[in-house]
């Protein structure tokens, strides 16, 4: 089993910058890969942004790229969204979760990859 507990939300303006933190344990966190995904009121779920396991590779949905960026720490057992130029339209629960062998970058947006969910952290971007 993995837990996650992401971290970070709040409420910002628009144009701010926030990053969220996913953290992990019970599991070796570098045989793990991580996706984002959000969900807004009244919305499916969206994928956001995926990120391998040695972190050199990621991949981001056409809606947060050149804003958002990931990046991961094997050591302290963390995933980071580093989300910069925040919209309103990023208002949403963000979720992390994690996959293991299944893994593909190529198929990293699909929800089902991923075995391990976090309890979601609310992000607010107010104009």
């Known amino acids: 089993q993995v837990q996650l507990v992401e971290s970070g939300g709040g409420l910002v303006q628009a144009g701010d910058s926030l990053t969220l933190s996913c953290a992990a344990s019970g599991r070796t966190f570098s045989n793990l890969a991580v996706g984002w995904f959000r969900q807004a009121p009244g919305k499916e779920r969206e994928f956001v942004g995926s990120i391998n396991w040695t972190g050199a590779v990621t991949r981001y949905a056409d809606s947060v790229k050149g804003r958002f960026t990931s990046s991961r720490d094997n050591v302290r057992s963390t995933v980071y969204l580093h989300m910069n130029s925040l919209k309103p339209e990023d208002t949403a629960v963000y979720y992390c979760?994690?996959?293991?062998?299944?893994?593909?970058?190529?198929?990293?947006?699909?929800?089902?990859?991923?075995?391990?969910w976090g309890q979601g952290t609310q992000v607010t971007v107010s104009s």
């Open positions: 979760a994690a996959a293991g062998l299944e893994y593909s970058t190529s198929t990293s947006y699909d929800p089902r990859v991923y075995d391990f």
